[in-house]
DNA sequence: TTGAAAGCGCTACCAT
DNA sequence: ATGGTAGCGCTTTCAA
């Protein structure tokens, strides 16, 4: 593999002149430049990225951090953040993690030990603690699809609470009073955000609603399947289920017609994140949108910005450009109660 | 950010030494090492990538070129990959190359430039010869999901033939004899060679089949809608379908039912990949299971191996080990014809 | 066990 | 417009 002097050594010129040419650099006569440009090509010359970013002291590319690239909604991140990546001809190192805290962990420290400046990191599994950490020590580094208080201006979050409002009024608007919720647990607790959301909106109303909270694992099919298994069980009575995600909500309505109940005529339920998923359905799901790809995105354009600064200030912010609104999504699986 | 001088002279030891505590070396006092390692955490010491790779010559990580990242088919390559570079404790860098032929490329070059030595390529559009040069160049790179003839034993591919054969044999046991088939055109045809595989197999049969093709853009749910509506306008006659995959597969079946016809009970349906989209569906879609993650497990511990060598001699291989098979998946989507 | 010093491939400054 | 050369942060002989 040749390196900068052997097409120094061959093009009878300085190693100083060729990496002007590789650089597109000025200060080159326009025969020296084709002659060097020609011997690259011959002897097929690739630059050292590893050397150029010692000395450049960073890499230009975006780092990432997904938490886990098998959910078509992290998928959609990955989609929004090569978006804009690609319309500033920057390369994207993504780095996935797993989904366990010490794996999220290293493939942080990796992206860091290669310089990567500006970092779109998706961590479902690390402690705010450690996060804020990071954020103060790398100016470039952005969280997508997390809210921390104390950073919020170096994260970009979906607004739980109205998600959970937006479910709750309409299935309240739909008559329903008996509702069930599926949710997961994690560190983020979207789900208690969600029903934070949902009790508050509920308040407004004159009756009393009943929410059935089941904490459930995965935010899976299966997962969805077991959740309504249990519910049926422990005999909860609920015409409606809200679930965490799409997934789970195709789970339930699978799991209610193999108890005999068909949606949405005996059971409504609403889902989340408005995957294709959710279309494709039959009945088709009434939904959430999550606009997840926008916000993939923002904090792109945001971690690129940032890693331009020197750091030492923490750039003003408004905080409805960081966080972000679901809308619902009215399909076939939610029915009127008379 | 304190590079190994810094700590040297904070430790009042020479950089070697702390080069060597650094890569787990031996050669260092018991007190030096603890005393070096104590002020490494103090000073928040993180070893500069670049820096050790110009050095080691290589990059011990795992370069990954996708075609796509939000196709779930793709998403399961990223896991299996992901998987085997866990069990061996080796990062994996992701590059997507949105499904053009010039970001492929550049996923690829960028790749190379940081010298990975170990590259998992899934490429969808870039040709023949010119993934053909690299192989020849880049010892540790291997295809993924990808059939080239010259350099089989770096490749990891599906028998698509088979696939084929498989669909044809399954509806020809049930009775259809008038079956349409919805594809997609690509660098790979992997379609055609699907099609070779069913005609060769209902060549067996001692009656003519009739098979509509009808090729089509967009691997997706709406282009199965859009290929049975087109299939309807026509007014080609058929019993069955055969999809190029699962979400292909679901599309037509939602058109199908939009024209007043149910599944399996007008048409038959199978799909391809047996993603989880197949198990949700109603009714559950008679699919080929594409066993994508294994074959990334297996392109990856091959590149991994073959980057270990110094690529004089390729290696010898057994085609059972390159070339996996697809397996049917019987489920409720196809009927028998009387 | 430790340190000095020569690179790794490249960039950028200072001369010419 | 060009070349010489001192680093960038690290690893690795070779001596001590």
Redesign the pocket.
């Known amino acids: 593999m040749p390196?900068?002097?052997d097409i120094a050594k061959a093009a009878?010129?300085?190693?100083?002149?060729v990496?002007r040419v590789?650089?597109d650099g000025?200060?080159?006569?326009a025969k020296?430049r084709e002659k060097i440009k020609r011997i690259m090509r011959e002897m097929q010359y690739q630059?050292?990225a590893n050397?150029?970013a010692?000395?450049?002291?960073n890499n230009a590319s975006i780092g990432i951090v997904l938490a886990d690239l098998t959910d078509p909604l992290f998928a959609k991140m990955a989609h929004g953040i090569e978006k804009v990546a690609a319309q500033k001809d920057l390369q994207i190192f993504l780095n996935s993690g797993a989904f366990d805290r010490a794996s999220e962990l290293d493939a942080i420290e990796v992206l860091l030990e290669h310089r990567y400046k500006a970092l779109v990191v998706h961590s479902a599994m690390i402690d705010d603690k450690t996060l804020i950490d990071f954020a103060r020590k790398v100016p470039g580094l952005v969280l997508l699809n997390r809210h921390i208080k104390e950073i919020e201006n170096r994260c970009i979050w979906l607004d739980d609470k109205l998600g959970g409002a937006l479910m709750a009024d309409h299935i309240v608007d739909k008559g329903h009073k008996k509702i069930a919720v599926i949710g997961v647990d994690g560190i983020q607790n979207n789900t208690r955000l969600r029903i934070e959301g949902m009790k508050a909106q509920l308040a407004k109303y004159p009756v009393t609603y009943e929410i059935e909270m089941l904490e459930q694992g995965a935010a899976t099919y299966e997962g969805g399947e077991v959740a309504v298994q249990n519910l049926l069980a422990r005999g909860v009575e609920f015409s409606a289920i809200l679930a965490y995600n799409d997934a789970i909500a195709v789970g339930a309505v699978s799991m209610l017609k193999a108890h005999g109940m068909t949606v949405p005529d005996d059971v409504s339920v609403v889902g989340f994140n408005n995957l294709i998923l959710a279309q494709c359905m039959k009945p088709k799901l009434t939904t959430i949108h999550n606009p997840i790809e926008e916000m993939a995105m923002k904090a792109t354009e945001l971690a690129l910005s940032l890693s331009k600064g020197n750091g030492d200030s923490e750039p003003d912010y408004v905080m409805d450009e960081h966080k972000y609104s679901p809308v619902l999504v009215e399909r076939q699986s939610v029915t009127r109660l008379s």
């Open positions: 390196t900068i002097k009878g010129v300085s190693p100083a002149s990496s590789i650089n000025p200060k080159v006569g020296t630059p050292n050397a150029q010692i000395n450049m002291q």
